[in-house]
C-alpha cells in the first residue's frame, strides 16, 4: 500500500506541477501515460523489459530547450565567458569582432520557422576553430542562434513538464548524422576499432535513402564491425528496427556488411531490413508515419514488442529541417499513445526520444573533450581510438533527449 500511495502522490503532484508550469491541462495521452503505474518486480532497473529509441534528426539543446525553467538553457547562471569578456550568448559576427548576435525567438505563429533550412553541420574540421565557442555565427549564419519556445514545440514541452529532460546529453562528436548514429547502432563510428577512414567523421554511404535492401549500391561493400543489433541477437535479446519505405537513410545498420545482401528469410532481415505493412514507394511521399506507427502497435497489442526497438522516421517525420518539429511532435504524440493505451507494456517500458546531432544551430555549452595530448590536460584513461587526424572526435554539442516512462 505504501508504494501505491506513494506512485499516487507523485502522479499527481508531476500532473499539478506540469500543468502549472504549462499553464494549461496535460495533453491527454500525456495524462494517460503518467496515469499507469512501473510494474515492480525486483524493484530495480532490471523490471524494465521493453526500451523503445527513437532518435531524431538535428536539433540543439538551446535551439528547442533553451527558453524552458528549471534547465541548463538560456537562464544559465554560469555561462562560458568569451574572450572579449561577455558571455557566450554574445556571439560575434567574426571571431574578435564588436558585432554580436544574440539568441533569438522562431516565431512559429507569424513566420515560417518550422520549416526554415539546415545550417552547415560537416565535422567540426579544426579544434582551434571552436577553441573559444565564439565561430558560431561566423561558421553557421546569424539563424544558428534561432530557437523555439514553448508555444512552439508544445507537446515537447508538456513531455519535458511530466517526465524527464536531460540538460546535459552530448552528441556523439560533433559532426553529421551518419558517424553519430554509427554510435546509436554500434557504439562507435570505428575509430575504436581501428576503422579510421572518413567513414569516421563524414557522411559516407550508398545514397540509398529508403529500406529497400534491392536498391543497396554493390559497389558499396559496408562496414565491418559488429552492431549492437548483432550482439543483441547472439545474447538473445530481441530486437528490431522499425520503419517505412521511406527511412531517409536513417537506419544505419544497412550501411554494415551483415546487414547487406541477407536472404529475406534470415533473422537479420526482418528484424532489421524489412519494412512497415503499406508503406511503399508509390505512398512513401504521402505518408506521415501511419504505417510505421501501425506496425509498432500490431506488437504492442500482440505482446510481441521486442526488449529493444529502433524507430526511423520518414524523412517528412524526422525533424531535420525543413522537415517541421510539429510533425516531429505528432508522430512522438502516437508512438506513446500505442504505449499507454496498452499498460501491461508501458509499466514496464523506457521509451527515449533523442537527436543525432545539432545540425547547425547554438547551444551555449561547450562539450567535454577527450585529453588526447598534454595542451587538452591529462587523462586517467585510454584516449586510443577518440581523435581524428589529432582533433578529438566528440563530444558533439548537447542535443535534446527526453526519457518517458511509468518509471
Known amino acids: 500500500m505504501v508504494d501505491k500511495s506513494r506512485r499516487r502522490f507523485l502522479t499527481k503532484s508531476a500532473l499539478a506541477a506540469a500543468t502549472l508550469a504549462a499553464g494549461q491541462a496535460l495533453p491527454p495521452v ?21 526500451v523503445v529509441i527513437f532518435m531524431q534528426e538535428n536539433r540543439s539543446f538551446d535551439h528547442y530547450f533553451g527558453s524552458m525553467r528549471g534547465v541548463r538553457g538560456f537562464g544559465d547562471p554560469r555561462p562560458l565567458g568569451l574572450p572579449d569578456g561577455k558571455p557566450v550568448w554574445y556571439q560575434p559576427v567574426t571571431p574578435g569582432s564588436p558585432d554580436y548576435v544574440l539568441p533569438f525567438h522562431l516565431n512559429s505563429a507569424d513566420t515560417s520557422a518550422q520549416t526554415m533550412k539546415d545550417l552547415n ?66 557504439g562507435t563510428s570505428g575509430l575504436s576499432v581501428s576503422e579510421t577512414g572518413k567513414q569516421a567523421i563524414a557522411n559516407m554511404h550508398d545514397d540509398n535513402n529508403t529500406a529497400d535492401m534491392a536498391r543497396d549500391h554493390n559497389q558499396f561493400k559496408g562496414y565491418p564491425w559488429t552492431t549492437y543489433a548483432q550482439r543483441l541477437q547472439k545474447a538473445g535479446v530481441s530486437w528490431k528496427v522499425y520503419q517505412e519505405y521511406d527511412n531517409y537513410g536513417d537506419n544505419t545498420i544497412q550501411l554494415f556488411t551483415a546487414f547487406r545482401d541477407l536472404k529475406r528469410d534470415s533473422e537479420l532481415y526482418r528484424r532489421g531490413r524489412t519494412w512497415a505493412s503499406g508503406s511503399t514507394a508509390a505512398n512513401a511521399r504521402a505518408s506521415r508515419g501511419q504505417h510505421l506507427v501501425a506496425a509498432f502497435e500490431k506488437d504492442v497489442r500482440g505482446g510481441t514488442l521486442p526488449q529493444v526497438s529502433w524507430i526511423v522516421a520518414p524523412y517528412i517525420m524526422s525533424e531535420h529541417p525543413e522537415a517541421t518539429p510539429a510533425y516531429g511532435e505528432s ?35 561547450p562539450p567535454a573533450l577527450p585529453a588526447i595530448d598534454p595542451a587538452l590536460g591529462k587523462s586517467t584513461v585510454e584516449t586510443t581510438g577518440e581523435d581524428y587526424h589529432g582533433v578529438p572526435v566528440g563530444f558533439g554539442l548537447r542535443v535534446p533527449m527526453l526519457v518517458v516512462s511509468p518509471w
Open 30 to 50: 500525456i495524462r494517460k501515460a503518467l496515469a499507469v503505474a512501473p510494474t515492480r518486480v525486483k524493484g530495480t532497473i532490471e523490471d524494465v523489459q521493453h
Open 121 to 186: 553541420h560537416d565535422w567540426k574540421g579544426s579544434h582551434q576553430t571552436w577553441a573559444n565557442h565564439d565561430a558560431w555565427v561566423s561558421q553557421k549564419t546569424a539563424m544558428t542562434m534561432g530557437y523555439f519556445q514553448r508555444e512552439d514545440i508544445p507537446f515537447y514541452y508538456a513531455l519535458a513538464d511530466a517526465f524527464t529532460v536531460c540538460d546535459g546529453y552530448h552528441a556523439s562528436l560533433f559532426g553529421p548524422t551518419d558517424p553519430n548514429r554509427m554510435f546509436l547502432f554500434t
Open 331 to 365: 508522430l512522438s504524440a502516437r508512438l506513446l499513445n500505442v504505449l499507454a493505451e496498452n499498460p501491461t507494456v508501458w509499466s514496464k517500458t523506457v521509451f527515449l526520444i533523442n537527436y543525432d546531432e545539432n545540425d547547425g544551430f547554438f547551444d551555449h555549452v
